[in-house]
């Protein structure tokens, strides 16, 4: 089975990003797949700044490369994703399950699994039955598409797919929550659960600089509205092979 390591220092930042999405809903609790346990370590904010290696979201956004989009030529097939890179048995679909599960199911013949429990950070839902859950691309496929993957090799647009490197590249959500965003970005799309929005903001940005993914000027706006209101998020990311 592939795990998926925390990239340097994103233990403590995620838990620092998911502190300051201005948490002021019933929903204040809910546990987030995928996320570390709280922590002081590398606190940001007035007291200190970012954690060192770390950027402010503002700063992350303004790093982003500017560029027009462009759909010509798109097909979902251009991406081969869950595939079994490991060769263990386990498709990514079925890897992402296992480790964002808050009660791991029962591994079967095939990777079939059974039983389990995961929270869809989107909607702060609770899921006990894995068919109710889509694996997210981050950036969705179609925006990555559009946003640099068109000039792609088949083999990047594969690891792009499958990236099981980065922590919140691919993240089990409701499949609700997945088919409502389709593949917009957050100039017209945003979490249901507000205090998902600054995690979402900073992985989104994350996700962008690792791929080199450029924005348009409606997403890098929608961005930076975002960052307004998350002063205290932090990004780190780590560019991909």
């Known amino acids: 089975m592939t795990h998926r390591p925390l990239l340097p220092l994103a233990a403590a930042l995620l838990a620092l990003s998911l502190a300051a999405c201005n948490p002021q809903t019933p929903d204040d609790d809910a546990k987030q797949p995928g996320a570390a346990p709280t922590t002081s370590t590398g606190s940001s904010g007035a007291a200190g700044g970012p954690p060192e290696g770390a950027l402010s979201l503002t700063a992350a956004i303004a790093k982003i490369p500017t560029g027009d989009e462009r759909r010509d030529g798109y097909e979902r097939d251009s991406f081969k994703h869950w595939t079994d890179e490991d060769q263990d ?9 296992i480790e964002e599960a808050t009660t791991k199911p029962e591994q079967g013949e095939r ?19 894995a068919k109710r859950l889509d694996i997210d691309h981050m950036v969705p496929l179609a925006e990555a598409w559009d946003s640099g993957a068109h000039a792609w090799s088949d083999e990047r647009r594969q690891a792009y797919a499958n990236d099981l490197t980065a922590p ?11 088919r409502s965003k389709g593949d917009k970005d957050p100039a017209d799309w945003l979490p249901p659960a507000t205090n998902a929005h600054c995690t ?7 996700t962008k600089l690792r ?4 924005a ?14 998350c002063p205290d998020t932090v990004v780190e990311y780590e560019p991909a092979p």
């Open 168 to 178: 919140r590249s691919l993240i089990a959500v409701t499949a609700k929550t997945n």
């Open 211 to 214: 791929w080199q993914l450029n």
């Open 89 to 97: 048995g386990c498709p990514t679909r079925a890897e992402v399950l």
């Open 111 to 129: 990777c079939t699994l059974t039983g389990g429990a995961w929270t869809s950070s989107y909607d702060n839902v609770e899921v006990t039955d």
């Open 200 to 206: 979402y903001a900073a992985d989104w940005t994350a």
């Open 216 to 229: 348009d000027n409606a997403e890098r706006t929608a961005l930076l509205d975002l960052a307004g209101q």
